[in-house]
């Protein structure tokens, strides 16, 4: 089915860790995004990347790499996981600079101990 | 600068009584706007989008939201809630042409039998 794919969907890292989650869509989309969802605060923009060949720092980027490695593919790296950093994470795609709606993955659930 | 406020974090409903949840935006022009849904432990799925033409939009599973450019408020309404609306419900808006989203703060519907 086409949409948004995201491996791992669980992950449980010590403290110090380092880790990549991949995001990859069919969807011919230019631009694809990385949120973090955590209790009360909604979804939070960590990178996003309007095309391929760019990347631009959102809300909390602290802590946290990408690559938009092609036009189908934008990983998130942690270098070194921090509690802080247990959350959900989402990557979705959009066309028309997302005027149109964003497809969402289904989700990475990471705790850091 | 463009922000959508979601004005109940929490609405309890009884089964098969009418459904609203409330949005309102802040925009210099009339924006995209969009309703998504997450089921407990899934990804968000678009539920609906206004993007400047009728101003009643029909969404999947009988939901549906009315533009009201003199009430900045998009507030999704449902005639009769079934137990599987119980889910968070975001209020989203593109700002201008950068793709990024605008999340508000979501909206957990409650649904009893």
């Known amino acids: 089915n086409a949409g948004v794919t995201q491996t791992p969907k669980f992950q449980v890292l010590k403290t110090g860790q380092s880790m990549t989650l991949q995001c990859a869509q069919d969807?011919?989309?230019?631009?694809m995004y990385w949120y973090r969802q955590d209790p009360g605060m909604g979804l939070r923009l960590i990178y996003y990347?309007?095309?391929?060949?760019?990347?631009d720092k959102g809300e909390v980027p602290n802590g946290y790499n990408v690559s938009r490695l092609n036009k189908r593919e934008f990983s998130l790296r942690l270098e070194s996981a921090a509690p802080s950093q247990t959350s959900v994470y989402f990557c979705?795609?959009?066309?028309?600079?997302?005027?149109?709606?964003?497809?969402f993955g289904s989700g990475t659930r990471l705790t850091v101990v | 600068a463009q922000s959508v406020t979601q004005l109940d974090s929490h609405v309890s409903v009884s089964e098969g009584t009418p459904v609203l949840l409330r949005c309102n935006y802040s925009?210099?022009?009339?924006?995209?706007l969009f309703w998504y849904v997450q089921h407990p432990n899934k990804g968000l799925q678009l539920l609906l989008k206004?993007?400047?033409?009728?101003?009643l939009v029909k969404g999947i599973n009988g939901f549906e939201a009315e533009f009201k450019k003199s009430e900045t408020s998009f507030h999704l309404t449902k005639p009769s809630a079934h137990m599987s609306d119980a889910a968070e419900y975001f209020c989203?808006?593109?700002?201008?042409?950068?793709?990024?989203?605008?999340f508000g703060q979501g909206t957990t519907l409650q649904v009893k039998p």
């Open positions: 990347s309007a095309s391929e060949g760019t990347t």
């Open positions: 969807m011919n989309h230019n631009s």
């Open positions: 925009s210099s022009y009339s924006p995209s």
């Open positions: 206004y993007t400047s033409a009728a101003t």
């Open positions: 989203v808006c593109p700002p201008g042409n950068t793709g990024k989203l605008i």
């Open positions: 979705a795609s959009s066309g028309g600079q997302g005027l149109y709606g964003y497809t």
